[in-house]
């Protein structure tokens, strides 16, 4: 059946109901409610959480948004308390100690903090061992949660807390790692790249279909933080349109190891289309700083060629 | 009929959670304690455990995957020493929060740095104030029956807590002696079915675990906690009670190794009690009336009853194999001083540190204690309350 974002807001009711603390503008609570849509309605789900922005905002004791069973227990291991859960889910079943006919699945949620740094050997663990999760990565390019500070997802010269534009460097002087590289390096049955854009029909498919492909899967949403990047607020998914539009953010997907680009622009915008609204990135228009424009350019083509040959590469017989 | 055999202390830990059969196991090998996940896992391989083993990357995720499985619903228990338990710490406090009663088999050993594979109580020492509920182990048998008796203390409504069972690291672990194993039909009643009221894993009743949890009502869950570590000790010589009854052995707080009319004595845990009890003999065939009291429950700590079973003394020590490093003296010297002040028992007493990086403490080393216990009793001084015996001297 064709997506059809209207249908699925009416079959699907949300699961990470309204009440929460996040921010006006916050790319990261439409990314979760739009992938706890994609379970079936039938379908339990624990849901793993790792400290961070989301966490703090959607369950301040005796409050939750969340309507499924929910687990927060640290920030660096989302992932490994998931696979706990998911261990015992199975050990259980084998029992006969929880009933046959229920299904329960299991997704994990970290920021980028919690997720490209501290919670990465949590995160390779998890997947190595093969547990039946989702992994779902909302990158908003920093530690949010604390007050925007750099972290590995980090977009280089972008201007935050520790990484501060000052007079001498020019905010952060490395470039982002990429996660979603090193996660199709753990030859997963999943892993995807994707953003709440275009009716979130993307974002939407891949949640599916890493919910219901079976062994550990792994999505990298980029989920803009307005306090971090310095847009207004009611330009979220403009901003997301522009990350996709200028291949800052490609949507992929690495199927057994197969890569699809899911959406090649036919006219790739220019960078500055994307840095130009964001404050993080305001240092990089002044006089003289030409160069980092450019530079940031460089580094956006060159990992958008590497994936167009990694797509062909990977599909040859 | 109980079943006689030789074991190993590591040995008998794997063989009580093969009888436990608990449903998650999650383990990251460290010595001394890495041959329990190897036994566990040949148990997992061979099917005579229904358990799922979850060979994690980490103590750290040893411990999260522990926090998880119970959590959802199961019964989890690790294994550890030294730097995995320190690597494991900020988990230990979650776990005791989220009163989840995990197990662990805690095999002592000396925290780094610098690196040291051996025994001593730094380990231990350092997650007394995490919430975990710890028994201590004079050797394998005390380590088995303890485990035993786990469960049955940690998930007690009145309890919900987790539990580390301690034992030495190699002076336990690794030496082989007689233990009388019970039969597994007979631990599987003893230990009984886990039952939780809430978990993750009922989809009929979801629920939401580990908040932000602020101002308004923290210190009221941490005083639950609290609440649920005084109500332990009561539950403890409950469980105890049921395990006499079954076994034979008995257990308490404490043994009180003849105590009775003693003027001086020793407190100490796990295998030194062992070395104690022979120095205490060869005392008392000299005259002089020495006894031990060995710490089998340190958290929570007895106080009035050790307090009691100490007051009458003419002269105490108290033996920490782990130092701790405050200018004042061990931590189970600590606790005893502090239980006997509020006790108003005034006692000479004196903390001996010991055995750390797993010096060898042989009975020499305990009679030294007892001379200069003697020699307080004497003078009436002390000259120096924190003391080292077995260190080396200047120029040795």
């Given at each position: 059946m064709a997506y059809n974002l209207k249908e699925v807001i009416a079959n699907r009711p949300s699961r990470f109901t309204s009440g929460h603390r996040m921010c006006a503008g916050c790319g990261a609570p439409p990314v979760t409610r739009m992938i706890l849509r994609a379970l079936k309605p039938e379908d339990h789900a624990v849901i793993s959480n790792a400290?961070?922005?989301?966490?703090?905002?959607?369950?301040?004791y005796p409050y939750t948004s969340w309507t499924d069973s929910f687990i927060h227990t640290a920030f660096e291991n989302a992932a490994s308390t998931c696979s706990g859960v998911e261990a015992a889910y199975r050990s259980l079943k084998k029992q006969g100690k929880l009933p046959a006919d229920k299904h329960t699945k299991f997704i994990a949620f970290g920021g980028d903090g919690g997720t490209y740094d501290i919670g990465i050997q949590s995160l390779s663990g998890a997947m190595e061992r093969g547990h039946d999760m989702v992994y779902v990565c909302y990158d908003n390019g920093a530690y949010m949660n604390t007050g925007i500070q750099r972290s590995s997802a980090t977009p280089k010269f972008a201007d935050t807390t520790t990484s501060p534009a000052g007079e001498v460097i020019p905010g952060k002087m490395q470039s982002r790692k990429d996660l979603t590289e090193v996660m199709a390096a753990h030859h997963l049955p999943y892993v995807a790249q994707t953003i709440a854009y275009a009716n979130f029909k993307d974002l939407y498919e891949k949640a599916e279909k890493a919910i219901y492909t079976e062994g550990p899967c792994f999505l990298n949403v980029l989920a803009p933080c307005p306090r971090g990047w310095g847009y207004p607020t009611d330009m979220l998914m403009q901003i997301n349109k522009l990350a996709v539009e200028t291949c800052y953010w490609p949507l992929y997907e690495v199927i057994n190891e197969k890569y699809i680009i899911n959406y090649k622009p036919a006219k790739k915008l220019p960078i500055e289309e994307f840095l130009k609204p964001q404050k993080r990135f305001k240092h990089m228009f002044k006089t003289g700083n030409e160069w980092m424009i450019e530079e940031f350019q460089k580094e956006v083509d060159k990992r958008w060629e590497a994936l167009l040959a990694l797509e062909e590469m990977s599909n040859k017989k | 009929m109980s079943i006689r055999e030789r074991l190993s202390g590591n040995e008998a830990a794997a063989i009580a959670m093969k009888q436990i059969n608990p449903d998650v196991v999650a383990a990251f090998p460290i010595t001394p304690s890495t041959e329990i996940p190897q036994y566990f896992s040949t148990f997992v391989s061979n099917g005579t455990v229904d358990t799922e083993f979850v060979a994690v990357e980490s103590e750290h995720s040893a411990m999260s995957a522990c926090v998880g499985a119970e959590a959802a619903g199961s019964r989890a228990m690790t294994a550890t020493s030294a730097?995995?338990?320190?690597?494991?710490?900020?988990?230990?406090?979650?776990?005791?929060?989220?009163?989840?009663?995990?197990?662990?088999?805690?095999?002592?050993?000396?925290?780094?740095g610098p690196l040291n594979i051996h025994n001593d109580h730094s380990d231990a020492m350092g997650v007394?104030?995490?919430?975990?509920?710890?028994?201590?182990?004079?050797?394998?048998?005390?380590?088995?029956?303890?485990?035993?008796?786990?469960?049955?203390?940690?998930?007690?409504?009145?309890?919900l807590l987790p539990l580390m069972v301690c034992q030495d690291g190699f002076i336990t672990s690794h030496s082989i002696e007689n233990i009388e194993l019970i039969e597994d039909d007979k631990v599987k009643t003893f230990v009984g079915k886990y039952e939780p009221e809430h978990y993750l894993l009922n989809s009929e009743e979801p629920i939401a675990i580990g908040p932000l949890d602020l101002q308004a009502y923290l210190f009221e869950h941490k005083y639950q906690q609290a609440e649920a570590m005084r109500k332990a000790k009561k539950v403890i010589l409950d469980v105890a009670k049921d395990f006499e009854k079954m076994t034979g052995r008995k257990y308490s707080f404490f043994e009180e190794y003849k105590m009775q009319d003693a003027e001086i004595a020793v407190v100490c845990m796990n295998s030194t009690a062992g070395t104690t009890k022979t120095v205490v003999d060869e005392l008392r065939k000299k005259g002089i009336k020495a006894g031990m009291l060995k710490v089998r429950v340190f958290r929570p700590f007895p106080a009035k009853e050790i307090a009691e079973a100490l007051g009458n003394l003419k002269a105490v020590a108290i033996m920490d194999k782990a130092d701790s490093l405050n200018a004042m003296g061990g931590a189970l010297f600590e606790d005893v001083t502090s239980s006997m002040y509020t006790a108003k028992k005034q006692v000479p007493a004196v903390s001996y540190v010991y055995g750390i990086g797993g010096r060898d403490t042989t009975a020499k080393d305990i009679n030294e204690v007892f001379d200069y216990l003697q020699k307080i009793v004497k003078t009436g001084e002390i000259d120096n309350p924190y003391r080292y015996v077995g260190l080396r001297k200047g120029d040795e």
């Open positions: 400290t961070g922005c989301m966490e703090v905002s959607s369950f301040i | 730097n995995g338990l320190s690597y494991m710490w900020e988990m230990l406090y979650i776990a005791s929060s989220l009163r989840l009663p995990i197990v662990m088999s805690l095999v002592n050993r000396a925290v780094s007394r104030d995490s919430g975990w509920i710890m028994l201590f182990s004079e050797n394998n048998q005390e380590a088995y029956d303890n485990l035993i008796m786990a469960h049955r203390i940690a998930e007690n409504k009145d309890v």
